[in-house]
């Protein structure tokens, strides 16, 4: 059974950096991608980022490109969502999450290409 643990996150104002951190635990493949998701109160969970486990693909929403990068530990099976430049906009909760198999490219944004899911953590950009 996978099961993913998140820690990090807070409180941080605009223009500050935060990271979060995914460990995946049960996980026996090595293909598969990893995503981050968010969703804010009274809005629909949005995708954010994703990574394949083997570093060849990568993706990222357009309103956190060039802000927002996904690192990853395979050693440690861990995967990062490193936050710069952070705006009101981004506070929301923040879910890592573990694809279904080994997802195409263009599904890697899409909600139901993942199972299953972190408990989410809450990120807070205000001054």
């Known amino acids: 059974q996978v099961l993913l643990a998140q820690s990090g996150g807070g409180l941080v104002q605009p223009g500050g950096s935060l990271r979060v951190a995914c460990e995946v635990s049960?996980?026996?493949?090595?293909?598969?991608?990893m995503g981050w998701f968010r969703q804010a109160p009274g809005k629909e969970r949005e995708f954010v980022a994703a990574?394949?486990?083997?570093?060849?693909?990568?993706r990222y929403a357009p309103s956190v490109r060039g802000r927002f990068t996904i690192p990853r530990d395979n050693a440690k099976k861990s995967v990062f969502l490193q936050m710069n430049q952070l705006k009101p906009e981004d506070t929301a909760v923040y879910y890592c999450?573990?694809?279904?198999?080994?997802?195409?490219?263009?599904?890697?944004?899409?909600?139901?290409?993942?199972?299953?899911w972190g408990p989410g953590t809450q990120v807070t950009v205000s001054s």
């Open positions: 999450a573990s694809s279904r198999g080994n997802p195409i490219f263009s599904s890697l944004d899409k909600v139901e290409t993942y199972d299953p």
């Open positions: 049960g996980r026996t493949s090595a293909d598969g991608a």
């Open positions: 990574v394949s486990w083997n570093g060849a693909r990568t």
